[in-house]
């Protein structure tokens, strides 16, 4: 419970989520059947990044700020969604701005007071609910919805050492509640030993119609920093790998460091 996002909002891990996530709500708009967006670790929305948490760190500069004024084509629907809504916006904001009419979100947050900020957030907004919970443990209660189409987004804080172990077992929670979903799960890169084994769990599992995009800034060689992050996708929509893949380069030509090691990977684990 130590964990608050907004020390961390707008760095490049939030650019590489982010930009994906925009690109897969874009995805499921293409057929007019109404969805649903359940958001596991929902945070509180929307983030002042010149002020307060933001600036005690500063990782927005080596990120969003690096990004804002890039004219590449590849990012100009997420950097759309984050001009027009002004204060970086998480991925609850994210998916409210995308939604249309019929569509619904759903936000988990078990941090009291983010689920506080969240709740006052969307309180009049009929299309939005804010559950002060686990998100893992709604899975079980919140799937499958009513809509039968829909976006799981599983963004844990990663803060427990079995965290991959769980992240696996909540996707094959999710698939066994809801098979039709769209999931994506966003995990870090620190070293390859637990990537391994988490990959190897999901191609294990039974679950069918798995890629991942990675993205790093450099060799995954020391486990006590972040060295890159990645977004597993279930049932990932119609050229997910081949329009993610330029998305994931234009972010590396303005997030990367030039250190060695840096690059970006689509890799497909099962297939359909």
Known sequence: ??????????NFADCFKHA???????????KPAPFMVLDTHAGIGSYDLTAGPATRTNEAQDGIFRLL????????????????LGLYPGSPAIAR???????????CELHPEDAGVLRARFGR???VSVHF?????ALRALLPPPEKRGLVLIDPPFEQPDEFYRLADALKLAH?????????AWYPIKHRAPLRGFHATLKDSGIRDIAAAEFCLREPLDPSRLNGCGLLVVNPPYRFE?????????LLAHLGRGEPGAGTEILRLVDE
């Open 176 to 184: 066994q509640r809801f098979p039709a979903a769209v999931l994506a």
């Open 242 to 250: 081949a329009e993610a893949a330029p998305l994931l380069s234009a």
């Open 133 to 137: 919970r686990d998100g893992y443990a």
């Open 20 to 30: 994906l996530l925009v690109w897969l709500l874009r995805a499921l708009q293409r």
């Open 69 to 84: 004024d890039s004219p590449d084509p590849a990012l100009a629907g997420y950097l759309g969604v984050v001009r027009a």
């Open 97 to 107: 701005h995308l939604m249309r009419a019929t569509d619904r979100l759903v936000c």
């Open 1 to 10: 419970m130590n964990y608050r996002h907004a020390f961390h909002a707008g």
């Open 125 to 127: 907004d009929k299309q």
